[in-house]
């Protein structure tokens, strides 16, 4: 959580993201959902990833409400960013589905 709202500055408040991740997030942690509810984005110190994504080839899809406002809010399947995973898993550097 970003000092912003409340949260500190500390190792533990911090979590490793991509710089484009990162940038997107902001200090957002959470957005409308489908219905105009209010979503936690996906926290992976509470959750478990495969709970809320899966892979699909290089296209990262969102199991429920709390995947499809992550992955919207932090543009997961942006053109660009769905290339280079593919990039990387012809690599073998990136998961396969």
Request: proline content about 4%.
């Amino acid at each position: 959580m970003s000092r912003q709202h409340g949260g500190e500055t500390s190792a533990a408040d911090l979590a490793y993201a991509c710089m484009i991740c990162n940038r997107y997030k902001g200090s957002n942690i959470a957005s409308l959902g489908p219905s105009g509810e209010l979503v936690a984005l996906f926290n992976p110190r509470q959750s478990h990833w495969r709970d809320h994504f899966r892979l699909n080839g290089a296209v990262i899809e969102p199991l429920g409400v709390i995947g499809e406002v992550t992955a919207r809010v932090l543009r997961l399947n942006a053109a660009g960013r769905v290339v280079r995973r593919s990039l990387l898993q012809q690599l073998l550097r990136y998961p396969r589905s």
